[in-house]
């Protein structure tokens, strides 16, 4: 996340943008200004096919985001929260809370993607045909041709049985409607979209063999679906190791804890000096107020720090920092991976500290049940 631009919120939904998207922008309007579009209108100049390259190219990141948006609308409605949507060099991707409860509540949401791409296909054909009607010159109407085609190929291309793309989710979906067993039904999926993006990588090689350098995009488009059913099946796998662990099982219940008046010398002296930690919780009693973080004492300037408590500099906790003692270790494994961090703080009900959580507790156990291969 830290590496991507934020956009914006719609939806309630974070929209990013990694960096390897403007390689994707660049290549696709180079492609349509400089080679598409003046193969099929040879008579418009070629600043008019800049101008329509570019702004084609705006519009199909916006029909991607479309694409995304639909999934996400449709998986929020099915409690499948989605926080965020990345648009990258290979498209977007949502990124989901939870996993989907019921095969009905996959497949709506599968199917949600395709069929707004689907929907933009016919909306810019409209216009395309509604422009050509008019007697327009190609200037205005070769963008929305453009535009339904490649529409049309992302439903289509979409649809392929191949995990995790939406025609594996509509798979996936399928065969536990079948089985009744998420587990079985996500590896079928997987191994059908490894072998989706082992047949592209295949066709790119022969394209290239006989001179397409299209070919490369294929088998880069294959190597990355390839990768991401296998790592679908080890999410799966680890979500099996981590089953029914609760995470009072796992967490420290003696968390170094610092009183509000502590003063900032002697949390310096005995606490991030001794421990190393960068951050403590402040209590009192059991109930949390707050943590204190390396970084706020470093705003202070040193010969205040005899004078000032940690109390003064207090943090209030973020909710993405707390976990409940009887969420699975998934959830919490989860949720560290969502924010970036490495570690939980454990409180009941009342938000009374009980304990902490730390990804190696969650690794350590993954490893001893590997092990025992229980």
């Keep these: 996340m830290h590496d991507d631009i934020r956009l914006g919120r719609v939806f309630g939904i ?54 995304e948006l639909a999934h996400s609308l449709v998986a929020n409605l ?21 996993e989907p409860k ?52 992302l439903a289509i291309f979409n649809l392929a049985p191949g995990f995790p793309l939406d025609g594996g989710r509509v798979l996936r979906a399928a065969v536990w409607y079948v089985t009744k067993n998420l587990e079985k039904a996500t590896v079928i999926a997987s191994k059908a979209g490894q072998g989706v993006g082992l047949l592209l990588i295949a066709f790119g090689v022969l394209l290239f063999l006989l001179g397409q350098l299209g070919g490369v995009w294929l088998i ?52 991030f000096l001794r421990f190393r930690f960068g951050r403590f919780p402040i209590v009192e009693g059991r109930s949390l107020l707050g943590i204190v973080t390396l970084h706020d004492v470093k705003e202070i300037p040193r010969d205040e720090w005899p004078l000032k408590t940690a109390g ?13 003692p009887n969420d699975e270790a998934v959830v919490a494994l989860r949720k560290m991976a969502e924010n970036d961090i490495g570690h939980l ?19 350590q156990l993954i490893n001893v049940k590997s092990e025992l291969e229980i």
């Design 345 to 363: 703080l454990v409180v009941d009900r009342e938000k009374d500290l009980v304990g902490i959580v730390t990804r190696a507790d969650i690794v």
């Design 220 to 271: 880069l488009i294959g190597w990355f679906l390839n990768q991401s059913a296998v790592a679908s099946f080890r999410q799966m796998a680890l979500q099996q190791s981590l089953s029914n662990v609760l995470v009072e099982q796992i967490m420290s219940p003696d968390v170094e804890t610092i009183s509000p008046n502590l003063s900032l010398e002697e949390l310096v002296n005995h606490y």
């Design 312 to 324: 003064q500099i207090i943090e209030p906790v973020d909710e993405n920092m707390f976990i409940n």
């Design 78 to 98: 099915n409690d499948m929260p989605i926080k965020k949507i990345t648009l990258f060099i290979f498209g977007g991707m949502s990124q989901m809370s939870e």
């Design 14 to 67: 974070e929209i990013f943008i990694s960096y390897s998207w403007f390689v994707i922008f660049a290549l696709v309007t180079v492609t349509l200004s400089f080679s598409l579009f003046p193969d099929q209108f040879p008579k418009n100049s070629t600043v008019a096919n800049i101008a329509i390259g570019l702004f084609s190219s705006v519009l199909f990141f916006i029909s991607l985001l479309l694409h």
């Design 102 to 153: 019921e095969p009905g509540a996959e497949f709506k949401m599968a199917i949600a993607g395709p069929a707004s791409s689907l929907l933009l296909a016919a909306v810019f054909f409209a216009v395309y045909k509604g422009l050509m009607a008019l007697g327009l010159s190609s200037v205005y109407y070769a963008a929305f041709a453009w535009l339904s085609e490649v529409n049309l190929f």
